[in-house]
């Protein structure tokens, strides 16, 4: 079974740049999530759709971020301009089950972005 | 609000040593609490996922415990190897919808 695939791997941009994140989550997965991992930190939630509805986006800086996930797959995150305090690792994750039953979430391996 | 907290943050042990890993979390109302591996500059990697309604889970080397009514996790792993020094991260699914994580502990295992 793949995995969840994401894309770039790294990202280095000038402060008031914009960037854009990809993910694929796994075949089949409803739910995908977005995480932003500031080095020494546990992952914080940003957005998470169910199919192609947004379930959560309390912690979205959404002046900023922005997300969409395209007829219930593919999702990208934008990051529009991008802040010194934006550089961080991001997370895309899915899960089988819509939330609430308590299926076990995968992650990619993140896209590191660096803002100079 | 969901708070998780994972004590130590850092940890060393000699190789061939068990360790034991905790997690703490503030509302027990959770459907399930899952731990990762995180190797540097990598994505997580999920190692043991525990329904709310057990009380451990094993796979190979690792054990994980459950105690929802105190709020607590413990991870254990067994004769521990260079090649588990990692970030170790527990998330805990809770019923206002949101996957909440601790800030990690990261171990080294000295050969």
């Known amino acids: 079974e793949a995995g969840v695939a994401q894309s770039p791997r790294y990202k280095i941009i000038e402060k008031r740049q914009s960037v854009a994140f990809w993910c694929n989550p796994i075949?089949?997965?409803?739910?995908l999530y977005w995480y932003q991992q500031i080095l020494g930190q546990g992952p914080k939630l940003l957005i998470q759709f169910q199919n192609n509805g947004v379930v959560d986006d309390s912690q979205l800086p959404k002046d900023r971020f922005s997300a969409e996930r395209l007829k219930g797959v593919d999702s990208t995150l934008k990051i529009q301009p991008a802040k010194l305090e934006d550089s961080a690792v991001y997370l895309c994750?899915?899960?089988?089950?819509?939330?609430?039953?308590?299926?076990?979430?995968?992650f990619g391996q993140g896209t590191r972005l660096t803002v100079v | 609000k969901q708070e998780v907290t994972q004590i130590p943050a850092a940890l060393s042990v000699p190789e061939g040593e068990n360790l034991v890993l905790n997690c703490s979390f503030t509302d027990s109302a959770i459907y399930n609490l899952q731990w990762f591996r995180q190797d540097p500059g990598k994505g997580l990697t999920s190692l043991l996922l525990?329904?709310?309604?057990?009380r451990e889970q094993t796979s190979g080397r690792l054990n994980a415990s459950l105690d929802k009514s105190s709020g607590r996790s413990t991870l254990y792993i067994a004769a521990s190897q260079p090649g588990d020094s990692a970030t170790y991260l527990c998330?805990?699914?809770?019923?206002?919808?949101?996957?909440?994580f601790g800030a990690g502990t990261t171990v080294t295992v000295r050969a």
């Open positions: 998330a805990v699914s809770s019923n206002d919808y949101k996957l909440s």
């Open positions: 075949s089949g997965h409803a739910t």
């Open positions: 994750a899915s899960s089988f089950g819509y939330w609430g039953s308590a299926t076990e979430a995968f």
């Open positions: 525990i329904q709310s309604s057990q």
